[in-house]
């Protein structure tokens, strides 16, 4: 597993990078949603109090918070640009191919994603940061996540092109926004993992699938395109639940019953 550094994502660099997240959002109706431009921050909560990755949406008149399932992001063609030269943008591509780019400041007409763990709920049950994994990437081409410094370099946070699933840390009452990069046009169904501890101790954790659809076409399509990831066990679950160890435990067992068995028939027949 990959691990990405955590200091990509403390508050001080969210300071530098985003406006406020206000508070008390209402959850929004079920409903499907294309959202092609504005505000939108991936965010853990406690709605009904199971732990959940949520959008917060703020691009109505009022913030609401929506269930991944009912949202599509849509990175329209305008967000088409080319890879800049420099050994340090080669995880997007060769210099000059094409690259779509939601990026990590807001521009008008276009989305702007970014993640936060300033809901109330999660602020105030959350112990110290929250753990999101990118556990795998469906799409046609690459997708990277990754920061602008103050110099100029990019900090990746996620590289599709290599082995999932990664992580990074995200400070409890961060706001974060980074560029978000889609290497082809087409419908992108990126699976998403956020865990934390508790200030009591608990282990909570939620799996989602995030659709973003890039370029021409109609991106309501993604809602109706199935994910074909093969669920992973987290590097932090317990291994003993896993299949495999059930199996070999199970071979352990009967191999012992079968030596009771013939130890004890053997005892019989020398006996005799």
Do not use: K
Not at 186 to 202: C, F, H, N, P
Request: glycine share 12%; net charge negative.
């Amino acid at each position: 597993m990959i691990r990405v550094a955590r200091w990509l994502a403390v508050p001080a660099v969210a300071a530098a990078l985003t406006t406020a997240v206000q508070d008390g959002p209402v959850d929004a109706p079920p409903g499907h949603v294309v959202i092609r431009d504005g505000h939108v921050d991936l965010g853990p909560r406690f709605p009904g109090g199971t732990w959940t990755i949520e959008m917060r949406d703020d691009t109505g008149g009022e913030p609401v918070w929506r269930r991944l399932d009912d949202v599509v992001l849509h990175a329209g063609e305008d967000t088409r640009t080319e890879v800049p030269p420099g050994d340090e943008y080669a995880f997007l591509g060769a210099p000059g191919s094409a690259v779509w780019l939601l990026p990590q400041t807001e521009r008008a007409g276009t989305v702007w994603p970014g993640w936060n763990t300033q809901d109330p709920g999660t602020a105030a049950r959350v112990d110290r940061e929250v753990t999101w994994r990118l556990r795998s990437v469906q799409g046609p081409g690459p997708f990277s996540l990754f920061l602008t410094g103050a110099f100029g370099a990019p900090q990746v946070v996620f590289d599709g092109r290599n082995p999932l699933p990664q992580e990074t840390g995200i400070e409890v009452g961060s706001h974060v926004h980074g560029n978000w990069a889609f290497g082809a046009p087409g419908t992108y169904l990126l699976g998403i993992e956020m865990s934390a501890s508790t200030v009591d101790g608990e282990q909570v954790a939620d799996r989602q699938v995030l659709r973003v659809h890039v370029g021409d076409g109609d991106p309501a399509g993604a809602f109706a395109v199935a994910s074909t990831a093969v669920p992973e066990t987290s590097a932090d679950e317990d291994s003993d639940s896993s299949p495999v160890w059930w199996i070999a435990g199970a071979v352990v067992v009967a191999g012992v019953v079968v030596l009771a068995v013939v130890w004890r028939r053997t005892r019989r027949t020398l006996g005799s």
